[in-house]
Every structure is written in C-alpha cells, then in structure tokens.
C-alpha cells in the first residue's frame, strides 16, 4: 500500500527558508502527480503547489508564487518543497498528497487526492 511520509518542517523567522520532503513508498511513484497543501489553525486545508508524473510541469497558488519551488525525483521516490522569503501567513501545517486515478494536471482541489501524508508543522515569526 502506497505511503507519503513528510518532513523537514519546523520554526523560522519572517525571511527565512526552509525545504520540505515527501517521502513515498509503494509502487508506481511515477504515476503519481503529488502536491502541497497546508492548514492554519481554524482555516480549510488550501492548495500551494503541484508537480506532474515526471516533474516537467508545476502549478502554484498566486500567495506563493516566486517563493516557493516544487520538485520531484522519481529514482529516489522523493518529491521537495523549498520555501524561501518566508512569512508569518505560510505559518501552517504542510501536507503532501498523490493522485494516481489519470492523468489530468494540474489539480488543486483536496478531493483530488487519495493518498496523503500525515503533515508537517512549519512556524513562521515575525
């Protein structure tokens, strides 16, 4: 059975960097378009960024375009979030999660994936 697994959230000040990971297993990953999503306390979970099957195409949310960059690498089943000019709004719980049921791209809505990661906590401070 397919898994996310993330990682390398944690607590930055207003300017900063940080990059996240998404660890998959199973089998297929290049089936699998994967993107980003994040929850504040009290907020819905909102999309901020996808990468298609071989990560030739990315789709952003206009709040993080320019900051932040997805990408994928298919031989070690990872796929990376570097977020960098950080601010106290990207203050979120980050998920990762895949969509394996065709090949339509790019997809933002949370009911769009199946398979999800069980988050990250990134803190931003100002």
């Known amino acids: 059975q397919a898994q996310l697994l993330e990682s390398g959230g944690g607590s930055v000040q207003t300017g900063g960097s940080l990059r996240l990971s998404c660890a998959f297993s199973?089998?297929?990953?290049?089936?699998?378009?994967i993107a980003w999503f994040r929850q504040a306390p009290g907020k819905e979970r909102e999309f901020v960024a996808t990468?298609?099957?071989?990560?030739?195409?990315?789709e952003y949310a206009d709040s993080v375009k320019g900051r932040f960059t997805i990408s994928r690498d298919n031989a070690n089943y990872m796929v990376y979030l570097q977020m960098n000019s950080l601010k106290p709004d990207d203050t979120a719980v980050y998920y990762c999660?895949?969509?394996?049921?065709?090949?339509?791209?790019?997809?933002?809505?949370?009911?769009?994936?199946?398979?999800w990661g069980q988050g990250t906590q990134v803190t931003v401070s100002s």
């Open positions: 990468v298609n099957w071989n990560g030739g195409r990315t």
């Open positions: 199973g089998r297929a990953f290049h089936n699998y378009g």
């Open positions: 999660a895949g969509n394996n049921d065709g090949p339509g791209f790019p997809r933002f809505g949370v009911y769009d994936y199946g398979l």
